[in-house]
């Protein structure tokens, strides 16, 4: 067996390994949150506004695509192991979220029209459930997604980082998620990050491992900006300050790594 043949094998038990850990805990958290006699759901108020767009099916569905690519789109085993590692961690640690503080959907989605953009509506009403909201796994996903992604070429990076995007704000457009469990996915994905770094004793990564921090940070001031503003009024709105000025400085010790990436 020759190294690519090696090097395929083990993308292919990666990603089989973290298909059967998500598929379980996620139907298990499902199961034993269908069992509760009630499930409450957490919402800000302005989210009545966010519309319905059926069309956002497209990129929300392409998440299984990345899912099962993103292995294959690994360069090295080093890439793979971490990505892998990631993954299983924002699986399990989604799914014991997911059973403690468990939350439901809580929006009626409205019928959709199109016979075409119905089809994956129908199956996601057949397979999926309005439970597992909060982290969003999703969202959490996709931000590792990209620190594999963001290693293609110029033109594959860019259309994937669009279709990444498309993917986050298809989560609340398609009447998936609430935004509560887009911002405790991103800090999941986040915690993940630095708890599974690459290189962690390399200095050459040192400004990326900073950068995840402010990162994180950033996430955990604009959450804790919502929810002030939710309980004691637009007062709380005061730490969006905080909060950009973390993404900011996030922001400058990636450029300083040499782009836009997250390790």
Same mark, same amino acid.
């Given at each position: 067996?020759?190294?690519? $043949?090696?090097?395929?094998? /083990? ?15 996620? %139907? ?9 006699? +009630?499930? &409450?759901?957490?919402? =800000? ?5 966010? #519309?319905?767009? #059926?069309?956002?099916? @497209? ?11 993103? =292995? ?6 080093? /890439? ?21 503080? #468990?939350?439901?959907?809580? =929006? ?11 089809? &994956? ?13 909060? &982290?969003?796994?999703? @969202?959490?996903?996709? =931000? ?31 009447? $998936? +998620? +609430? ?10 994905? +986040?915690?993940?990050?630095?708890? @599974?770094?690459?290189?962690? %004793?390399? #200095? ?24 002030? *503003? ?23 010790? /990636? ?5 836009? *990436?997250?390790?």
């Amino acid at each position: 067996m020759n190294e690519k $043949q090696l090097k395929i094998r /083990q993308q292919a038990f990666a990603l089989t390994l973290c298909t059967i850990v998500f598929m379980a805990v996620y %139907n298990f958290a499902a199961w034993y949150a269908s069992s509760l006699d +009630h499930v &409450p759901s957490f919402t =800000f108020d302005f989210e009545k506004s966010i #519309p319905f767009v #059926p069309l956002s099916i @497209i990129p929300y569905m392409a998440g299984g695509l990345f899912f099962c690519t993103v =292995f294959f789109s690994c360069k090295n085993k080093n /890439q793979l192991k971490i990505l892998t590692w990631r993954m299983l961690f924002v699986s399990i640690t989604a799914g014991i979220l997911f059973i403690a503080v #468990p939350l439901r959907f809580s =929006f009626a989605k409205p019928e959709v029209s199109s016979v075409i953009l119905g089809l &994956p509506f129908s199956f996601l009403k057949t397979f999926d459930s309005p439970f597992n909201q909060s &982290p969003s796994l999703h @969202i959490a996903f996709a =931000f590792i997604f990209w620190s594999v992604f963001k290693d293609l070429s110029k033109w594959r990076r860019s259309f994937l980082m669009v279709w990444l995007i498309l993917l986050g704000v298809s989560t609340l457009t398609t009447y $998936q +998620h +609430h935004l509560i469990d887009i911002l405790t996915g991103a800090i999941l994905a +986040h915690i993940s990050f630095i708890i @599974i770094p690459y290189y962690k %004793n390399d #200095p050459e990564y040192r400004n990326s491992r900073m950068a995840n921090y402010y990162f994180l940070s950033g996430w955990i001031f604009l959450s804790a900006a919502l929810l002030l *503003s939710k309980y004691i009024g637009n007062a709380g709105l005061i730490l969006f300050l905080p909060a950009l000025a973390m993404i900011i400085v996030g922001y400058y010790y /990636q450029k300083k790594n040499g782009g836009i *990436s997250i390790k």
